[in-house]
């Protein structure tokens, strides 16, 4: 562990309280100058530092990402990028390398981050959350799970276990707090021509954790978790999505979807080729589909990548 990140945690021991910079040298067996350079370290990187001359340093607010701490809640590998321009990138350059699966690449920010339909997405500098999971499942594309409602699910459950907070679903992707939004999953697959398997699947999540501001054209569309200094660190929320995502049986999180679903059992309108429908969103099929009975009585299953619903109502 490099000093900074050692400093961090003692920092974080303190619980708002000051600690002086001959402690911090004494406790890390360093020089004062070695922790005024790893001070400097850590606000570099987003987070805020008191510093008074008779009381030493205090942690005021921020966290750090700490891919030790989340490989030891997940079991897997985890692989921080600081300079990522999207770590769905980070994950296949890691199957081009040869990285074993499965293996979480996180990002304190993304230079290019973008989502479903190739769609830009706001990224601060600091304060989100930004990974993308690599799996290898090799299966046929008819048996693969239903991985992003999988991980949405996780995610609510996740928050809700750790923080309190009540999030919904909106089909297939979004995860909603009150009527903002809150995250975003993107799910790429790669399949061998060779034996028809999908070889590979990347879940990519971007979460707005601690986000104070957003711009004015986000104000009413998007919202983050926490809007002061949150009591749970991004490395633990992290940790909790993936470690439900591995150890919940799929169904009992497509229950979970469901339960949280913002659009089942209400209108939706959708367009599909150029052409208009609406309707009741009635079901979720096993596989993620979603079932829209429309006007004229007839039912319409959906599949995520073929549309994106347009609106809903009560």
Not at 5 to 19: G, R, V
Not at 75 to 101: F, M, P
Not at 228 to 234: G, L
Request: charged share 20%; aromatic share 8%; net charge neutral.
């Amino acid at each position: 562990m490099k000093t900074y990140e050692k400093l961090y945690h003692l920092l974080l021991a303190q619980n708002n309280d000051f600690i002086s910079g001959e402690q911090l040298a004494q406790k890390l067996a360093v020089s004062r100058t070695a922790v005024w350079k790893s001070i400097k370290t850590l606000e570099s990187k987003g987070l805020v530092i008191d510093s008074l001359k008779t009381r030493g340093y205090r942690l005021v607010q921020g966290d750090l990402l700490l891919p030790e701490v989340i490989a030891q809640a997940t079991g897997i590998a985890v692989h921080l990028k600081e300079d990522s321009a999207s770590t769905q990138e980070d994950a296949k350059e890691g199957i081009q390398k040869g990285q074993s699966a499965p293996a979480l690449y996180v990002a304190p920010n993304q230079q290019s981050a973008h989502g479903r339909f190739e769609r830009p997405f706001f990224s601060p500098e600091n304060g989100g959350i930004y990974m993308s999971l690599h799996l290898q499942p090799n299966i046929t594309y008819d048996k693969a799970p239903a991985y992003t409602l999988m991980t949405a699910a996780s995610i609510v459950k996740a928050i809700s276990r750790l923080s309190g907070k009540d999030c919904q679903i909106k089909w297939v992707n979004d995860i909603y707090l009150g009527q903002k939004k809150l995250a975003g999953i993107l799910t790429e697959a790669i399949t061998s021509i060779e034996t028809g398997l999908v070889t590979d699947v990347i879940i990519g999540v971007g979460l707005n954790f601690f986000v104070p501001q957003f711009p004015a054209e986000l104000t009413e569309k998007a919202v983050s978790l926490f809007t002061s200094q949150p009591d749970i660190s991004r490395n633990q929320l992290i940790g909790e999505i993936w470690k439900i995502f591995f150890e919940t049986p799929e169904k009992d999180l497509l229950k979970v979807y469901k339960e949280k679903s913002l659009v089942l059992g209400k209108r939706v309108s959708f367009v599909e080729n150029h052409v208009s429908y609406a309707g009741l969103a009635r079901d979720l099929t096993d596989s993620g589909q979603l079932v829209v009975q429309l006007d004229n009585g007839k039912d319409k299953v959906l599949n995520s990548g073929e549309i994106s619903l347009s609106s809903w109502e009560t």
